[in-house]
């Protein structure tokens, strides 16, 4: 776990690497973080000492527009073959706020150790460790815009596909 007030060389050389390995490969522009002092960034990191997984955790307030589910749109008439290649994502939200205490802004696992409960196991040790004597309930962590797969490992997770979300570029 890498914190705000850790060695500043510890502190960029993460945010380098999750800025050009992770937010690109979720396919985020490359945006610095909302609020840096209220963030938590976790490793996994495998026996070879090679990064596996990364999640950033930041400290929120509430959700506008929670409970969102995620749909697949149709492929509009007359667009070309490149655009159907990009699935197109659609949000229905409620409009009333929700509490929340932990944003996650990103999660990634390297792609061929996808599968093997390691985005599972980080989000367990942020439920534990993220609030000093707390256990996070599934109802108190809210995941960012999430990608198809992300939408999936987020209702297998939560039990639910009504699980929080929130925009992590512009919240609190």
Known sequence: ??????????????????????????????????????????????????????????????VHGSRETLEQLPVPKGANKKDTLQPQRAWRCSTEPEPAICGVSRIWVFGPRRGKGIARRMVDVVRSTFMYGCYLSTEEIAFSDPTPDGKLFATKYCRTPNFLVYNFIYNN
């Open 1 to 62: 776990m890498i914190l705000p007030d850790d060695p500043r060389y510890a502190v960029k050389k993460v945010l380098v690497y999750v800025r050009e390995i992770v937010d690109k490969e979720l396919g985020f522009k490359q945006v610095t973080l909302s609020c840096p002092a209220k963030t938590k960034i976790y490793l996994f990191v495998a026996n070879e000492k090679m990064v596996v997984g990364c999640l950033v955790a930041e400290s929120i307030k509430q």
